[in-house]
């Protein structure tokens, strides 16, 4: 069960504000400032409103981007993106589905893995999960500035060749660069610079994981903005 951060209404209220002025072009960080003081929001409900409200233009466009089905199809995946939000799930972090329907953490891991045991059962909850819906290829992408990422690389490769998933881990220096340059196949990532930017079709992997493996329910952030 995820945590309840909106007992008194100011959450909705902060919600309905920060989109107003974001869907008028306001600068983004100033407003954050601005509706995270006027509403005395917590570090972590800040956090929600800037990586979870996006305005209405680029909320549709996102959404039109999102695919459901990845059987067959080639699959480059953002590693650490989706790791980390599995991990802050199992963590009973905030988790919430952002304006653009796309499934975001309000986590600060800050590429810091402290549970390398709970952070294995997220990898295989992911291959697990690949395993069963049988993407034609996968290309796993992970920052290499991440403490262990050889390590993580190495891990992933044996865990996709146990679960018989065709492809490669890739340690790079940005995985968010080598991901923007793919104009083809579908991406798994929540990044919205690598979805803007790459423009091609996009699956929700981590969302996908918790609905599947563990009935998740997550608040979505359009019903704040609505009623």
């Known amino acids: 069960m995820q945590p309840v951060f909106d007992a008194d209404g100011t959450f909705v209220c902060a919600c309905r504000d920060y989109f107003y002025l974001i869907d008028r072009n306001y600068p983004e960080r100033g407003t954050l400032k601005l509706i995270g003081d006027r509403y005395r929001l917590s570090g972590d409900l800040r956090t929600v409103l800037y990586r979870g409200i996006s305005s209405q233009e680029k909320s549709v466009i996102r959404s039109m981007l999102l695919v ?3 059987e067959g199809k080639c699959l480059m995946i953002d590693g ?15 988790m919430f589905i952002g304006t653009d329907n796309i499934l975001r953490d309000a986590g600060a891991l800050h590429g810091k893995i402290r549970n390398e045991v709970l952070f294995k059962e997220c990898v295989l909850l992911w291959t697990g999960y690949l395993r069963d819906h049988m993407p034609e290829s996968l290309e796993v992408f992970l ?10 690389a190495r891990m992933i490769r044996d865990l996709m060749a146990e679960h018989r998933l065709k492809g490669d881990c890739h340690v790079v ?4 660069w080598a991901l923007k340059q793919f104009r083809d196949g579908i991406i798994a990532t929540s990044d919205t610079a690598i979805i803007d930017n790459a423009g091609i079709p996009v699956f929700d992997l981590p969302r996908n994981i918790l609905e599947s493996n563990f009935q998740a329910d997550f608040i979505k952030l359009k ?4 009623g």
């Open 68 to 70: 459901h089905e990845i």
């Open 173 to 176: 220096r940005s995985a968010d």
């Open 223 to 226: 019903d704040c903005l609505t």
């Open 143 to 152: 920052d290499a500035p991440v403490s262990h990422s050889e390590k993580h």
């Open 80 to 94: 650490y993106n989706v790791l980390f939000s599995l991990l802050n799930y199992r963590l009973g972090r905030i």
